[in-house]
């Protein structure tokens, strides 16, 4: 196997892509969105449930997608739990930038997080596969922000 | 039983398509996306640079010589194609920029003058987007009802479904010839005969078609034919729309503009004849020059003996993959052009598409501009593979051991 296709398929994805964490409904979710790319026919569900001061207690989704999108919304809502509204809209920043290349990079008391992240970087070298990593991230933004549908066209 | 033509000339067929003996990352390419556009032979090629080195000039009304020329090479290129389709007259030969563009042309000019509120559009579940959506303005805009014939477990249309659907208020059918995604050969004679029965037209959408089958406009009594040149081996914008004489002539332009006026005036202004009526602007000149080449070029080799061999190797890709644990072909229907489409039980299209480039193997993975048909198998997407005349049985051995390299990291 070439090595760029290791970079992209690293372990930890082919592992979350296999076995995903969190994938179920959330029954008592104080948010939720439907996301969808409409260009692989890729849809999925994310639910949020908030604790009622605004920390996210629970993240999980829901669909069907590629190895990469379906290890990102796993990764996603592992390190989303116990964020702040803030401190998640900060990590949607960086995991953006992180998968694309460009933009913000203050990771400032997230370290552990993108680090656990990083093995998604892989996707920034193929243009197309970006929108499969950040699908489940820019739905979950959609849910927090009282969108009920997000389309990564 | 198959006769295997052991005359075709499959290496200098090769060899006439520059791009196949080049490299791409180290790897030899294995192209098997002709579906989505074919590769271009050198005849292709060289043809358009011909018009724009030696004969290029903006076409009609020139008196100079390079204008004559030029309009002659485009008039020529009509020719060829209405001998390539069996049209009666060059004039019911329209260039437009794509299938897309011919289909919206019908929908537009005949949809807006003779569809009535109630009356009812025949299409079939297997359709291109490009051939659901014109028909959808018309819904909105006159109140025309879109019926639709559902598609079968392996991918065919019954034609007693297709005749239960029609109606005295038929009054289009509207059906690929073949289908993009699954390689289904609809039983288009059927389907034509049982339309003018009730007295409704019938457009085919060939852009799957007149690459892998020679087809007769007047003897399948086709009223409207739309394809694309860059299917058929020739030049990305250009495509044909073929529509009976008597239908163009009664039909309003789709289009204002240069080229297709008589005469203009700020009170009134006079359509030209056919098929100029219908070819608003300055076309694409050279392009239509390169059409007619692939036109040529794929008559010179046969399009019966293009048929036999990729029917082999559609029958050689379906006997393989079908060995390989996991893995589904969808549609399977008896009569079949070179499309394979699959799924694998433990890889996304996506994930196997990707693998298959990092072989070096070229393939799509989506929707394929064919949304309802996924839903209809209730799959998000399949991965395709589709033949060509320059593809080998070879090709096919690297995509099933691509296969191979997705199930050793997936499975």
Redesign the interface.
């Known amino acids: 196997?070439?090595d760029?296709?290791r970079d992209?398929?690293q372990e930890v994805i082919?592992d979350h892509?296999?076995h995903p964490r969190n994938k179920h409904t959330l029954e008592h979710a104080s948010h939720l969105a439907h996301g969808e790319n409409p260009?692989?026919?890729?849809?999925l569900i994310v639910y949020v449930k908030l604790s009622p001061d605004n920390v996210i207690e629970e993240v999980s989704f829901e669909g069907?997608?590629?190895?990469?999108s379906?290890a990102s919304a796993s990764l996603m809502t592992e390190v989303m739990v116990g964020k702040s509204l803030a401190e998640a809209e900060k990590l949607f920043g960086n995991f953006h930038a992180l998968a694309t290349g460009e933009g913000e990079t203050d990771i400032t008391g997230l370290e552990d997080d993108m680090d656990r992240l990083e093995v998604l970087a892989g996707v920034r070298d193929?243009p197309v596969?970006v929108k499969?990593a950040t699908l489940a991230w820019h739905t979950l933004s959609a849910a927090l922000h009282d969108q009920q549908k997000v389309s990564t066209e | 039983m198959t006769v295997i033509d052991r005359t075709y000339p499959i290496e200098q067929i090769r060899a006439d398509f520059p791009i196949l003996s080049k490299s791409f990352k180290g790897k030899p390419l294995v192209y098997l996306d002709s579906t989505a556009s074919a590769m271009k032979p050198s005849q292709v090629i060289n043809e358009e640079s011909r018009v724009y080195e030696e004969e290029y000039a903006n076409i009609h009304r020139g008196v100079y010589y390079l204008s004559a020329k030029a309009t002659e090479r485009y008039e020529q290129s009509r020719k060829t194609v209405q001998k390539f389709l069996g049209a009666k007259h060059a004039r019911e030969i329209i260039f437009t920029r794509n299938t897309t563009e011919s289909i919206n042309l019908v929908a537009s000019s005949y949809g807006r003058k003779f569809l009535r509120e109630g009356d009812e559009i025949v299409i079939t579940g297997l359709e291109h987007h490009s051939n659901i959506v014109p028909w959808q303005f018309l819904v909105e805009e006159k109140g025309v009802v879109l019926k639709v014939v559902p598609v079968e477990e392996d991918g065919s249309i019954s034609l007693e479904k297709y005749a239960a659907l029609l109606t005295p208020r038929t009054k289009i059918v509207a059906a690929a010839h073949i289908s993009n995604v699954l390689g289904t050969i609809l039983p288009v004679a059927e389907m034509i005969r049982l339309a003018h029965d009730v007295g409704a037209k019938v457009l085919l959408d060939g852009a799957q078609a007149v690459m892998h089958q020679a087809v007769d406009v007047q003897e399948l009594d086709i009223d409207f034919y739309a394809f694309s040149g860059h299917k058929l081996y020739g030049p990305t914008g250009i495509g044909v729309l073929y529509g009976k004489e008597e239908l163009l002539n009664a039909m309003p332009p789709y289009q204002g503009g240069g080229d297709m006026i008589a005469s203009v005036s700020f009170e009134k202004t006079t359509y030209a004849p056919l098929p100029a009526k219908f070819e608003a602007g300055t076309p694409a000149i050279a392009q239509a020059a390169g059409l007619a080449a692939a036109v040529d070029y794929v008559t010179s080799i046969g399009l019966d003996r293009i048929r036999a061999h990729e029917d082999e190797l559609l029958a050689y890709a379906t006997t393989r993959l079908n060995q390989l644990e996991g893995l589904r072909i969808i549609g399977t229907a008896t009569k079949k052009a070179a499309v394979v489409s699959f799924v694998l039980d433990y890889?996304?299209?996506?994930?196997i598409a990707?693998?298959f480039d990092?072989a070096g193997v070229s393939i799509r993975?989506?929707?394929h501009c064919a949304?309802p048909l996924?839903t209809h198998f209730k799959i998000?997407?399949t991965a395709r593979a589709s033949f060509g005349m320059y593809n080998t049985k070879a090709e096919i051995d690297a995509l099933v051991a691509a296969v191979r390299?997705v199930e050793?990291?997936?499975r």
């Open positions: 196997m070439s760029d296709l992209l398929y082919l892509g296999r260009l692989c026919g890729d849809k069907q997608g590629c190895a990469i379906t193929y596969r499969c | 890889a996304h299209p996506h994930d990707q693998i990092s993975a989506g929707h949304q996924m998000p997407a390299k050793e990291m997936f």
